[in-house]
């Protein structure tokens, strides 16, 4: 991995922005990462999104929002890798900077999903599953997580209560952030009596959706050499498993997700063990076991025992989700990839405020699209 540095990182609130447009949304989360920089001018901005041409019936984002922050010119093009697209984004970034083709790059996660009929909004995401084999059939991702989440039951003879630990630590995790959706706790009671969606997902196992955006800006180590509180990109990789479900030798494990997770740590030189925190993507409580252990975190079936027992959260064993993940900061699909990006290198930076996890040195990042058929995985480390 040639070394790459991120020393801007900008975010928006997830909530419903009724009053912002989705170019709005990106500027604001640039202007803060610029800001956070101290730069006024990049040489490419590249901006992950999936739903905007279907939901707000503009494409073609990246040019706007060049536009948008005065940097007309530039290179610029808009990445869609369904809800990995934000993970994405930032691996081109880091792609192109890598390379030597670009020296300082402004990376971008933004969607707007609010206001919009949920009809068409529940269109526009199914377009992320295999329109044959599984939209014409009536699935939806909160039905494909309900059949991947009753075989985990059935496989690993486990409990629909054992998946309350990524609920609670979620929710627990966002009370503190200002930026999440969902700053309220969430107890193992609240989990089980919570409303059923799709037998065995309940209102607890799914994460919100939401307006935002965050954004990275990625440079040369060369240009971050004068720069403080610099976190540096030591492994990028991305991989991909087969769009439907069905067709997986065993749909119970993210193939891409392990494929990624061995790159990028191949890339980085390190092991499992020298992680100090996993933002992982939790949409689902059930994708949340399934990163853990198809990444190599804990053996087959396990996962919620590993949660409980060696802990997840802020002062456990391995921090996971530490603003509130997906679950409880919010989703809002083709961004979500690049918070998390944004809220590693905060806590690196040691400025997570109330979020902070003791001096971490090392932090993976790991954005899914669609049922785990694209898989972007980050390691990121604290310059010295």
């Known amino acids: 991995m ?57 494409s073609h984002l990246g040019p706007l929002i060049a536009s948008e922050l005065s940097n007309d010119g530039v ?92 609920a609670e630590v979620a929710h627990q995790n966002a009370v503190f952030n200002p930026n999440a959706r969902l700053r309220s706790e969430c107890s193992k ?46 492994g990028s990789a991305s991989a991909t498993d087969t769009l439907s479900v069905q067709q997986r030798k065993d749909p119970l494990w993210l193939q891409a997700a392990e494929d990624s997770t061995r790159a990028a740590m191949d890339q980085a030189g390190v092991y499992h063990d020298d992680i100090d925190l996993l933002e992982l993507h939790d949409a ?28 997840i959260d802020r002062n456990g064993g391995l921090p996971v989700g530490t603003f509130g993940g997906l679950k409880a900061r919010g989703h809002p699909v083709g961004a979500s990839g690049a918070y998390q990006v944004v809220e590693a290198a905060l806590q690196l930076r040691g400025q997570a405020g109330p979020n902070q996890v003791r001096n971490p040195s090392i932090a993976m990042t790991q954005s899914i699209g669609g049922s785990g058929a694209t898989v972007v995985t980050h390691i990121l480390q604290r310059s010295t």
């Open 2 to 58: 040639c070394n790459v540095s991120i020393i801007g990182v900008g975010q928006t609130p997830v909530a419903k922005h009724e009053n912002q447009s989705i170019q709005s949304l990106a500027r604001n989360a640039c202007r803060a990462a610029l800001s956070d920089a101290d730069v006024d001018h990049v040489d490419a901005i590249y901006v992950g999104n999936m739903l905007s041409s279907e939901v707000t019936g503009q």
């Open 75 to 166: 290179e610029c093009l808009t990445v869609n890798a369904a809800c990995g697209s934000g993970g994405a984004v930032v691996r081109q970034a880091v792609m192109a900077v890598a390379s030597g083709t670009h020296e300082v790059v402004l990376a971008v996660g933004v969607e707007k999903m609010t206001g919009i009929a949920r009809e068409t909004l529940t269109r526009a995401l199914a377009a992320a599953a295999d329109y044959e084999r599984e939209v014409t059939n009536d699935a939806s991702f909160i039905t494909l997580n309900a059949l991947l989440m009753q075989r985990y039951l059935y496989e690993y003879n486990a409990m629909r209560m054992d998946f309350s630990v990524f």
């Open 189 to 234: 009671e609240q989990y089980l009596t919570s409303p059923m969606v799709a037998d065995p997902i309940g209102l607890y196992d799914a994460s919100p959706i939401g307006d935002g955006a965050a954004a990275v800006v990625i440079c040369s180590d060369e240009f971050a050499k004068k720069r403080d509180h610099v976190v540096n990109v030591i």
């Open 284 to 311: 689902f409580t059930i994708i949340a076991a399934l990163s853990l252990e198809s990444s190599g975190f804990t053996a087959r079936g396990t996962a919620p025992q590993f949660a409980r027992e060696r802990g």
